[in-house]
């Protein structure tokens, strides 16, 4: 048992960063593509870097060991911004609103994984 959840903790927050790196990328690497993209969902263009700054600090939170106690910070801030993705998308109705529900469900595995690796004392 206590190796399953280490494997889900680990499996799902590995995915979870994954994900976010590649999204921090395309914010840098493309950043005219999703200043549009973040136009059309009527958010400003000047968000575009501080949501990709807080993406990497989710990913810096989660994998440094010191920044544990920043670590409910950073689920909590992860789970706000995805649920306004989502919600922007739906209300866009571009159709693009599976990816941040998907990552919403990966970070939800990973959080809950690693609070159940807390209880029963087993070292992440």
Do not use: C, Q
């Amino acid at each position: 048992m206590k190796k399953r959840i280490k494997i889900t903790y680990w499996a799902s927050t590995g995915l979870l960063t994954v994900i976010l790196s590649f999204g921090v990328t395309m914010y840098i690497v493309e950043y005219e593509m999703v200043a549009e993209m973040f136009n059309a969902l009527g958010f400003p263009i000047y968000l575009v870097y501080p949501v990709g700054i807080a993406k990497v600090l989710v990913i810096t939170t989660l994998w440094w060991k010191k920044l544990r106690v920043f670590r409910e910070w950073a689920y909590a801030g992860l789970f706000f911004l995805l649920l306004l993705a989502t919600s922007a998308h739906l209300i866009a109705g571009d159709g693009k609103h599976m990816a941040p529900i998907i990552v919403l469900i990966l970070a939800s595995v990973s959080y809950v994984s690693g609070r159940k690796m807390k209880a029963k004392s087993i070292t992440i």
